[in-house]
């Protein structure tokens, strides 16, 4: 992973974002890890974790796209527009 935004070996081409990995809606108050960008955005306040792609096993540029199929995430989400290597991902 990639410090730099726009650093263009991360995946999803953004810089790194600090997560909370006790969301701060459940009394988190320590950024304790850094995600990729979009990885972080998805994750949003952790209500995706039992699905993350990691548990799913699909790479994060397709997970919304997994969501939709499983009825989880309605259709008006957008899905991020990627292209990268697969190779550099770092699954949330
Ligand atoms: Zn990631």
């Keep these: 992973m990639f410090k730099q935004p726009g650093h263009a070996r991360n995946w999803d081409h953004k810089a790194l974002a600090g997560d909370h990995s006790v969301p701060r809606v459940a009394g988190g108050k320590l950024a304790d890890r850094l995600l990729h960008g979009t990885c972080n955005s998805q994750r949003q306040d952790g ?7 990691t548990v799913i096993g699909c790479h994060p540029r397709e997970w919304l796209q997994r969501m939709r199929d499983m ?11 990627i292209e990268a290597d697969a190779e550099l991902a770092m699954d949330w």
């Design 47 to 53: 209500r995706w974790d039992d699905v993350r792609p």
């Design 71 to 81: 009825g989880r995430i309605g259709a008006a989400a957008s899905v991020p527009i």
